[in-house]
């Protein structure tokens, strides 16, 4: 089991709590716990990223290998039921653009592996499909970065 990161994280990091200059051993800690086995996230989300343009994506392009392939078995089976019960539960339009996003595969490789998401977003009942709603329906674990940080025990101490 690892946690698996959603784009919001990375993103949200970037802009607000952690951004480089200002919180650098976050970034320092990602590597780290991806070193350790314990931090992915998915090549489709590296992809988003990396489409930014951004220190964000300069961030990324050298930690590619913190973003894994997703075409395996396992995940086509996880995906086919995510598909089930979003084409059961969501108008086309929403079905179409979650089906477009990372979020779908994100879903459908945490379910196949045992993973933890990690992401800012919550649950809600609405028009889009989110990924706190698809995790609930296939039984993913899924928590906020604060709650990852804290599980964790990470500490940012200055240095003195």
Not at 45 to 70: A, H, Q
């Amino acid at each position: 089991m690892a946690y698996l990161l959603d784009a919001d994280v990375f993103i949200d990091a970037k802009n607000h709590h952690y951004r480089f200059k200002v919180c650098p051993a976050f970034w320092e800690w990602l590597c780290f716990a991806n070193s350790k086995g314990k931090l992915i996230s998915i090549k489709e989300v590296y992809k988003e990223l990396i489409e930014r343009g951004d220190m964000l994506s300069n961030w990324c392009k050298p930690r590619s290998g913190v973003f894994v392939d997703t075409g395996d078995g396992e995940t086509y089976g996880s995906l086919q039921l995510l598909a089930t019960w979003v084409n059961e539960n969501y108008e086309q339009a929403a079905q179409n653009k979650f089906f477009r996003d990372a979020d779908f595969v994100l879903v459908g490789f945490a379910h196949a592996h045992k993973h933890t998401i990690v992401t800012h977003e919550v649950e809600a009942h609405g028009y889009d499909v989110k990924i706190p709603n698809a995790c609930k329906a296939l039984g993913v674990p899924v928590i906020n970065p604060f709650q990852m940080l804290a599980d964790e025990g990470v500490k940012f101490v200055l240095a003195k």
